[in-house]
RNA sequence: GCCCAGUUGGCGGAAUUGGUAGACGCGCUGGUCUCAAACACCAGUAGGAAACUGUGCCGGUUCGACUCCGGCACUGGGUACCA
C-alpha cells in the first residue's frame, strides 16, 4: 500500500485542533500579518468546490508567512443573520437559529476536512448576542454622531448642540423661527435627525412586496431584490437609514492608497458618482418661485429648450396652470404606478406632459416652457433639470417626441441626427461664451452665474444614504424605543437588546414587521422615570440588514471574546487591519463600500488607528458549474380551433417521457408520420399512441411536430457525457418509465453548458466527494492548479487525476519500494549524504518561484513548478536529506497534511507550520553557458551553446562562422547581427 | 450606452523587461505489464506530406510582438434615463 491520506489527513487535523497549531497570539515579538476571507452566509446547501477556492489561496498565503515568521491571524466565522433561513422558518416554523445552528455545524466540518490553519478559537457569528451587541454599540455611536463639515470628521452630537447654541442658530417651525433651547424636545429631536449618522426620516424607499421589507440600493439589481429575484417599488416610508454620503469624498479619494484590483476600485468610483457642475436657477414667469437644476454643463445654457423636472417634483401643482392640470394629475398617477422594473425595461419609450407653466431664461428672459417627465428622477440632484436637446441624449429624445424645439450650441454634431454630447468643439449661438472651447466655456458660465447670483458651483454624488431598517425578523433588532414618538437609544449598559420570541415569522395584521408580534417586549428604563410607568415604550420593529454585521468583523477577530469593548485598544493597535483580503466580486459595492465607511466612523471617533479595513483586496474568480441536459422529445400541436382538443392529443402522446440523446438531435423538428425513430421501442410507443389520437387529428387537421427541450440532470449521475441510465431512472420517479433513445451503441448522450454552480441546476459538485476520494492535500492543489485565482473557470473533475498523481510521486521521493511486494509498505527512506549540485539546481530554482509565485498570487503555477520539481529530482533519483527537508517546506502551505506526515518521518517531534521557510541560493543557480536560440529575421533556426564569458563580439563571430549560418544566408550577406547575452543571437538578412 | 476584465492546441492553462509560443496537467494515440481490464510505466501529441503557417480580426512600431501603439469583433462581469 502507498501514500494512505485518509489516515494521514485525519491524524493530522486532529493534532492540529488538539494542539491549537493556528492560535495567534496578540502580543508578539514577530511582525505581525492579518489574512481574512470573507465569511460565508451558512445555507443550507452546503459548501460546493467553488466556496474553498478562496479559502485555500488565503491559507496558502497564511502559511506561507507563518513559514516566514510572522504572527498570523487568519480567522473564520458566519454571516449568519440572512433571509434563507428567515423563509425556511417562514415555511417549516423552524427557529432560524436552530436552522441556523444545523447550517453552520455542517459548514464546519466540510471545512474542517480540507484542512485550513484557521484559528477557531476566534470565530465569530453575526447572530450571536455577544457580537450583535456591539453591531447595537456601534449603531449607537452612530446615532449619537453628526459629520462636522469643518473637521471633515464625524463627531458626537454635544459639539452640533453646542454649535446651534454658541451661533444661536433659528429653526423654522411652522411659521415662527425658534432658538435651539426654544424648541420643544420632540422639535430638539427633529432638528438633529437631520444631523445623526443614523436617523430616521421618511424616504423613498425600495419597497419588495413579496419580501414584505425595504431594500438598499445595493441590494436591488435590474428592479428586483438581489435575493430571491422579487420585483422592488418605490415607496415612501419612515426608515432608519445611515448618512453614509457625508462619507462620499473620502470613499472616493481614499481608493487611491489601497491595493485593491482596479476594477473594484472603479466600480466604487462609478458607485460613489462624484459630478461636479453647478446650480442654477430659473425663476418663473409670473411667480415668486424658482426653479433649481443642477448641470455638469453650463456651457450650453444658451442651448436650453425647456426645463423637465420629476413627477414627484414639489412645485408641480403649484405650478401646473388650470388647463393642463387634469393631463398632469393624470400623468403623475401613470408615473407613480409604473414600478422601476417597468421604466428601466422600456428606458426608450419617452413619456411626459407639458404643466402650462414656463420660466425665464436667466440671461436672454425669453420663455422656456416647464415639463415633466419621468426621465427626470426625483432623487438626484434636485429633481429638476435644464433640458439641452441638441447636447444631451435624453433630452434629444424627449424633444424630437414632442417637437420641442434643438438649439447648437456647440459646434461639430449633425444635429438632424443625434445629439452631440462629447464635450469638444467651440460654443456658438451662446452671446458672451462664443467661440470658446467646451471647457473655457464651462469655468467662463460658472463665473457669470455666480456674478449674477443664479447659483454656484457645486458636487453632486450618485451615492444615496443606506436605508438601514428592514422589516424582518432574522436580524440584528436596532436598539431604539419610542418615547412619546421620539426616537431614543438604549443605554450602553442595556445591550444587548436580544432579538425576542415570536409565534410567527410573518409581519403582523397590520403591516407591522414581525418584531411586532413579540408579546410583552416593551422597553422599561432602568432608572425611574414617565417610561417606567405603564407598559413601557415600544421599541423599533425593524431589524438591521444583512451587512450591519459584516461591516466591522474583521475588527472583531483580532478580540473575540472581549465582554467590555467592540476591540480593546490593544488588540487593534497590535492588528491595525487586514493586510490581505480575500473574497468575491460581487461584494463591491455592498459589503466592500460599507465596511470601509464604518472603518472611517470608528477610526473619526478615536476608536480604531486605521481609516481603511484592508491593504490588499483580492477578488477569487467564480468557479462554474458544467451542467448536464437530456433533452426531452414534446410533442407540439398546432391545432385549428379546438384548444381543449389540441391539448388532449399532445397529452396523450406525452403520457410517457421521451429523452433523446444528444447527438440524435437530427430528430428533432421531425413532423407527425413522417419520421423513422430508427429506435423499435419508441417507433412502437408513438404508433400506438398515435394511432389513440388519430381520429382527432385527422378532425382537427391537426399538424403535430417534435421539438425538444433541454433538462437538467443531476451531474453526479453523468460521467463524461455518458447517463448512468439506471441511476437516471432511480433519480426521480417521472423518469422511471421514460423511454431514452440512445446513441447505436447504446449510450445516451447528454449535452452540457458551463453555468453558476447552483443546486438547482444539478451541477453542484461538493469537496466532501473530492476529499473522500482523493485527499484534502490534492484537492487544494487542483483548485489552485485549475487557473489565476481571479479568473473565473469551470470546474472539471476529471483533471484532478494529475495532482493526485504529482502527490504520490512526492511520497515516493522519500521512499524505497518494498522488496517484499505484499504486505509491506514503502519503506521510508532519506540519505544524509550531501546533495549533488544538480540536484541543488533544482532544489533552489524552485524556492525562488515558489517564492515569486506565492508572493505574486500566481497559486496555479506554482503548482506546476513542484510537479516539474519532483519530476526531476525523481529523475536524478535524489533522496538526500538536504533536498528533501526543505521541499517539504516549500510544499507545506499548499499541501500541509502530506508535509507535515513527512516532516514527522524526517525526525522532527514538532508541527511543519513554524519551520523555517528556506532561502533561495543564487550561487547554485549560476550558468556557465547558454544554448542560445540562433535566429534569421526572428525566425529560430536551430541552437548553439556559447560559454557566457564569451563576448558579444566573439558569439557574432563563432556564429557567423558556423555551418548553418551559411546554410540559412544562402549566400546572402547579412545585414545586421544582433547578439542579446543570455537571450538570443538574431540575424538580419 | 458607459466602465472593467478577458480572447493562446481537443480542454484547463504557461511564457521574467519586447527575445526559443504552447511549460505543467487533463484528454487522446501507440507501446510495456496482464488471461483480460483497471492501475502503473514508457513514447508521441498546435496545424501541415513538406516548404511553411500559427497567440480573436485589421493595421503600425521594432532586428525581433502573445507582450507596445491605433482601430475593430466577440465573451464574461459591473453599472445605467445621475442631467
Redesign the pocket.
Known amino acids: 500500500m502507498e501514500y494512505n491520506f485518509r489516515e494521514v489527513e485525519k491524524n493530522w487535523q486532529d493534532y492540529w485542533a488538539k494542539n491549537k497549531t493556528f492560535a495567534a497570539k496578540n502580543d508578539s515579538d514577530k511582525p505581525k500579518y492579518y489574512v481574512l476571507d470573507m465569511f460565508p452566509y451558512p445555507s443550507g446547501a452546503g459548501l460546493h468546490v467553488g466556496h474553498p477556492l478562496g479559502y485555500i489561496a488565503s491559507d496558502i498565503f497564511a502559511r506561507y508567512k507563518r513559514l516566514k515568521g510572522f504572527n498570523v491571524l487568519h480567522p473564520m466565522g458566519y454571516d449568519s443573520f440572512g433571509l434563507p433561513a428567515e423563509q425556511y422558518a417562514i415555511q417549516t416554523g423552524q427557529h432560524p437559529e436552530i436552522t441556523t445552528k444545523t447550517n453552520i455545524a455542517r459548514y464546519r466540518e466540510q471545512l474542517d476536512k480540507i484542512g485550513f490553519s484557521f484559528d477557531w478559537d476566534r470565530e465569530v457569528r453575526t447572530s450571536n448576542p455577544d457580537y450583535y451587541k456591539w453591531t447595537q454599540w456601534i449603531f449607537i455611536q452612530l446615532f449619537n454622531s453628526w459629520y462636522n463639515p469643518e473637521t471633515n470628521k464625524a463627531e458626537n452630537i454635544s459639539t452640533l448642540i453646542e454649535k446651534f447654541k454658541v451661533q444661536s442658530s433659528k429653526f423654522k417651525v411652522g411659521s415662527a423661527e425658534k432658538k435651539y433651547e426654544e424648541l420643544s424636545e420632540k422639535e430638539q429631536s427633529d432638528v438633529l435627525l437631520e444631523y445623526r449618522l443614523a436617523y430616521l426620516s421618511n424616504t423613498m424607499v425600495n419597497w419588495c412586496p413579496q419580501l414584505g421589507t425595504v431594500l438598499a440600493?445595493?441590494e436591488v439589481?435590474?428592479g428586483v431584490s438581489e435575493r430571491g429575484g422579487y420585483p422592488v417599488e418605490r415607496k415612501l416610508m419612515k426608515q432608519w437609514s445611515l448618512r453614509i454620503t457625508a462619507y462620499a469624498d473620502r470613499l472616493l479619494n481614499d481608493l487611491e492608497g489601497i491595493d485593491w484590483t482596479?476594477?473594484i476600485k472603479?466600480?466604487q468610483r462609478?458607485?460613489i458618482?462624484k459630478?461636479e457642475?453647478t446650480s442654477l436657477t430659473f425663476k418663473v414667469e409670473n411667480s415668486d418661485d424658482v426653479i433649481e437644476v443642477?448641470?455638469?454643463?453650463p456651457d450650453t445654457i444658451f442651448g436650453v429648450s425647456f426645463v423637465t423636472l420629476?413627477p414627484e417634483h414639489e412645485l408641480v401643482s403649484k405650478l401646473t396652470t388650470p388647463e393642463q392640470k387634469n393631463a398632469v394629475d393624470e400623468y403623475i398617477t401613470f408615473a407613480k404606478n409604473r414600478s422601476e422594473r417597468e421604466?428601466?425595461a422600456d428606458?426608450k419609450?419617452?413619456?411626459g406632459v407639458f404643466t402650462g407653466a414656463y420660466v425665464l431664461h436667466p440671461f436672454t428672459g425669453k420663455q422656456i416652457p416647464i415639463w415633466l417627465g419621468?426621465?427626470?428622477?426625483a432623487?438626484?440632484?434636485t429633481?429638476a433639470?435644464?433640458a439641452v436637446p441638441g447636447h444631451?441624449s435624453?433630452d434629444y429624445a424627449f424633444a424630437k417626441h414632442f417637437e420641442l424645439p434643438i438649439i447648437e450650441v456647440v459646434a461639430g454634431g449633425d444635429l438632424s441626427k443625434e445629439s452631440y454630447d462629447a464635450k469638444e468643439g467651440k460654443l456658438i449661438n451662446s452671446d458672451f461664451l462664443n467661440g470658446l472651447e467646451v471647457k473655457a466655456a464651462v469655468k467662463k458660465a460658472i463665473e457669470k452665474i455666480e456674478e449674477k447670483g443664479l447659483g454656484k458651483g457645486k458636487t453632486?454624488f450618485?451615492l444615496r444614504d443606506a436605508i438601514f431598517g428592514r422589516q424582518r425578523y432574522w436580524g440584528e433588532p436596532i436598539p431604539v424605543y419610542y418615547e412619546n414618538g421620539i426616537p431614543k437609544v438604549l443605554a450602553e449598559n442595556e445591550l444587548p437588546l436580544i432579538l425576542p420570541e415570536v409565534d410567527k415569522y410573518l409581519p403582523t395584521e397590520t403591516g407591522e414587521p414581525p418584531l411586532a408580534r413579540a408579546t410583552g417586549w416593551k422597553y422599561k428604563k432602568h432608572t425611574p422615570g414617565p417610561s417606567q410607568e405603564g407598559n413601557g415604550c415600544e421599541y423599533e420593529y425593524s431589524t438591521m440588514p444583512g451587512w450591519a454585521g459584516s461591516s466591522w468583523y474583521f475588527l472583531r477577530y483580532m478580540d473575540a471574546h472581549n465582554s467590555t469593548e467592540f476591540v480593546s485598544k490593544k488588540a487593534v493597535d497590535y492588528w491595525q487591519n487586514v493586510d490581505l483580503y480575500i473574497g468575491g466580486?460581487?461584494h463591491?459595492?455592498g459589503h466592500l463600500l460599507y465596511v470601509r465607511f464604518w472603518t472611517k466612523f470608528l477610526n473619526d471617533l478615536g476608536l480604531i488607528p486605521v481609516t481603511e479595513p484592508a491593504k490588499k483586496l483580492i477578488n477569487q474568480g467564480m468557479i462554474q458549474g458544467v451542467s448536464s441536459f437530456v433533452y426531452r422529445l414534446v410533442p407540439v400541436i398546432e391545432a385549428k380551433g379546438d384548444r381543449d382538443k389540441g391539448d388532449k392529443i399532445s397529452n396523450a402522446l406525452r403520457e410517457n417521457l421521451i429523452l433523446v440523446s444528444k447527438n440524435r438531435s437530427e430528430l428533432f423538428n421531425t413532423g407527425y408520420g413522417d419520421y423513422d425513430w430508427k429506435d423499435e421501442e419508441l417507433n412502437k410507443y408513438l404508433t400506438e399512441k398515435e394511432a389513440k389520437v388519430r381520429k382527432e387529428i385527422d378532425e382537427l387537421e391537426a399538424k403535430i411536430t417534435y421539438m425538444y427541450s433541454a433538462l437538467h440532470v443531476d451531474v453526479n449521475i453523468v460521467s463524461n457525457n455518458i447517463l448512468d441510465q439506471n441511476a437516471f431512472r432511480n433519480w426521480r420517479e417521472e423518469y422511471k418509465n421514460a423511454i431514452l433513445l440512445t446513441e447505436e451503441n447504446g449510450d445516451y448522450i447528454c449535452g452540457n453548458a458551463v453555468e453558476k454552480m447552483s443546486k438547482s441546476l444539478w451541477n453542484v459538485v461538493s469537496p466532501d466527494l473530492m476529499v473522500e476520494q482523493y485527499g484534502a492535500d490534492a484537492l487544494r492543489l487542483y483548485e489552485m492548479?485549475?487557473?489565476?485565482l481571479e479568473?473565473?473557470?469551470?470546474w472539471?473533475t476529471?483533471?484532478i487525476?494529475?495532482?493526485s498523481?504529482?502527490i504520490r510521486?512526492l511520497w515516493r521521493l522519500y521512499h524505497i519500494p518494498s522488496t517484499n511486494n505484499e504486505q509491506q509498505t514503502p519503506n521510508f527512506s532519506v540519505s544524509d549524504e550531501p546533495a549533488v549540485k544538480p540536484e541543488l539546481k533544482v532544489l533552489h530554482k524552485t524556492i525562488k518561484k515558489i517564492i515569486s509565485d506565492i508572493e505574486g498570487f500566481?497559486f496555479?503555477?506554482s503548482?506546476?513548478n513542484f510537479?516539474?520539481c519532483v519530476?526531476e529530482l525523481t529523475e536524478l533519483k535524489c533522496n538526500k536529506r538536504e533536498i528533501l527537508e526543505p521541499l517539504a517546506i516549500i510544499i507545506a502551505p499548499y499541501a500541509p497534511h502530506i508535509a507535515e506526515e513527512l516532516w514527522s518521518k524526517l525526525g522532527h517531534s514538532e508541527s511543519i507550520t513554524y519551520a523555517a521557510f528556506p532561502e533561495c541560493k543564487e550561487e547554485y543557480l549560476v550558468e556557465s553557458a547558454f544554448?542560445y536560440?540562433v535566429?534569421f529575421?526572428?525566425?529560430?533556426r536551430f541552437?548553439q551553446e556559447y560559454d557566457l564569458s564569451l563576448s558579444k563580439e566573439a558569439i557574432e563571430k563563432e556564429v557567423l562562422a558556423l555551418e548553418q549560418t551559411q546554410k540559412y544566408l544562402e549566400g546572402k550577406t547579412p545585414k545586421?547581427i544582433?547578439v542579446?547575452h543570455n537571450?538570443?543571437v538574431?540575424i538580419?538578412v
Open positions: 440600493n445595493e439589481k435590474d482596479e476594477s472603479e466600480a462609478n458607485w458618482g459630478s457642475g443642477f448641470t455638469t454643463r420629476a421604466r428601466m428606458v419609450k419617452i413619456t419621468d426621465y427626470v428622477l432623487g438626484y440632484g429633481g433639470i435644464m444631451d435624453r453632486n450618485r466580486a460581487e463591491a459595492t492548479f485549475l487557473g489565476p479568473l473565473s473557470k469551470p472539471n476529471n483533471g487525476t494529475g495532482v498523481n504529482f510521486k500566481s496555479n503555477t503548482v506546476s510537479m516539474i519530476n544554448n536560440p535566429s529575421n526572428g525566425k529560430t541552437f545586421k544582433i542579446v537571450k538570443i538574431n538580419v
